[in-house]
Nanobody
Framework: VQLQAFGGGLVQAGGSLRLSCAAS????????IGWYRQAPGEQRELVAV???????NYADSVKGRFIISRDNAKNKVFLQMNSLKPEDTAVYYC????????????????WGQGTLVTVSS
């Protein structure tokens, strides 16, 4: 699956941004889809992910501030980011995971290009 992320930009602390990720096939059929981020000098970390069943998982640092949602009809996933902090500054990557089930199941991970989010203090 191909992923394309949109919506990054510059925002002041306390502000909001909404990221969008367009997938090349139905998001309903994707095992999990969501967002990672990577700040300068840091490792890439999970931000939020939503499963095909609708369950969500958030990094502790964004719980209560970020909301992930999915529009299966439009093959899109969104990340609503509220109460942004300077430490949220990072390149945000759209991510998807397929699971191929069989005698030896395995995962396939997909990455979109990043979109830069900069939060000024």
């Amino acid at each position: 699956v191909q992923l394309q992320a949109f919506g990054g930009g510059l925002v002041q602390a306390g502000g909001s941004l909404r990221l969008s990720c367009a997938a090349s096939r139905s998001t309903f059929s994707i095992n999990a889809i969501g967002w990672y981020r990577q700040a300068p000098g840091e490792q890439r970390e999970l931000v939020a992910v939503i499963s095909s069943g609708g369950s969500t998982n958030y990094a502790d640092s964004v719980k209560g501030r970020f909301i992930i949602s999915r529009d299966n009809a439009k093959n899109k996933v969104f990340l609503q980011m509220n109460s942004l902090k300077p430490e949220d500054t990072a390149v945000y990557y759209c991510y998807a995971r397929d699971v191929v089930y069989g005698e030896h199941s395995y995962e396939i991970n997909y990455w979109g290009q990043g979109t830069l989010v900069t939060v000024s203090s």
